[in-house]
T-cell receptor
Framework: DAGVTQSPTHLIKTRGQQVTLRCSPKSGHDTVSWYQQALGQGPQFIFQ???????QRGNFPDRFSGHQFPNYSSELNVNALLLGDSALYLC??????????????FGPGTRLTVL | DQQVKQNSPSLSVQEGRISILNCDYT??????FLWYKKYPAEGPTFLIS?????DKNEDGRFTVFLNKSAKHLSLHIVPSQPGDSAVYFC??????????FGSGTQLTVLP
């Protein structure tokens, strides 16, 4: 049973560029959430996708956008990259049972470095 | 404004002893609490959770305690093993379904 997978593992971009990160949820899961983890901090919620729509959004600018596909996989896009966007980007999946107690399971992350 | 706080950045414990990791929260709307363990270069791994209707949940060597009136939860690991050495994150959620994380505690279990 495959867990949450993310690609690529590492990425180096320059300021102003755009980046796309990808996530495949755990088998049987239908909800995908994205988090940003800066060095020495806990993950911060970016947004959550369910039924191909953004259901919740954290305190991140519009430069951060996403998409969920019919097979439940998801993409995170970041435009006009800033140095401060350098972080580990984590994808988490869960099964929506209509309850906020749905446990989220995380992938290994994508390490983004902006130069 | 940190809604979930882990005030101890690090903790060292002898193998076989109890490890106690603490977490405080400020948002009274949080109803579900989780602990994750993270090794370097890996994503967080779910350990154990507790909903606000309980004050204790146990799973093998791991027990989570919740004190709602104090807005405090703790994770007990008994007995501690060297393989438990990792960063432990406390997280909380409510009706918004998003997880709010603390900044983590680095646990080192000494052989």
């Amino acid at each position: 049973d495959a867990g949450v997978t993310q690609s690529p593992t590492h990425l180096i971009k320059t300021r102003g560029q755009q980046v796309t990160l990808r996530c495949s949820p755990k088998s049987g899961h239908d909800t995908v959430s994205w988090y940003q983890q800066a060095l020495g901090q806990g993950p911060q919620f970016i947004f959550q996708y369910y039924e191909e729509e953004e259901r919740q959004r954290g305190n991140f600018p519009d430069r951060f956008s996403g998409h969920q596909f019919p097979n439940y996989s998801s993409e995170l896009n970041v435009n006009a990259l800033l140095l401060g966007d350098s972080a580990l980007y984590l994808c988490a999946s869960s099964l929506d049972r209509g309850s906020f107690t749905d446990t989220q399971y995380f992938g290994p992350g994508t390490r983004l470095t902006v130069l | 404004d940190q809604q979930v706080k882990q005030n101890s950045p690090s903790l060292s414990v002898q193998e076989g002893r109890i490890s106690i990791l603490n977490c405080d929260y400020t948002n009274s709307m949080f109803d579900y609490f989780l602990w994750y363990k993270k090794y370097p270069a890996e994503g967080p791994t779910f350990l154990i959770s507790i909903s606000s209707i309980k004050d204790k949940n146990e799973d093998g060597r791991f027990t989570v305690f919740l004190n709602k009136s104090a807005k405090h939860l703790s994770l007990h690991i008994v007995p501690s093993q060297p393989g438990d050495s990792a960063v432990y994150f406390c997280a909380a959620s409510g009706s918004a379904r998003q997880l709010t994380f603390g900044s983590g505690t680095q646990l080192t279990v000494l052989p």
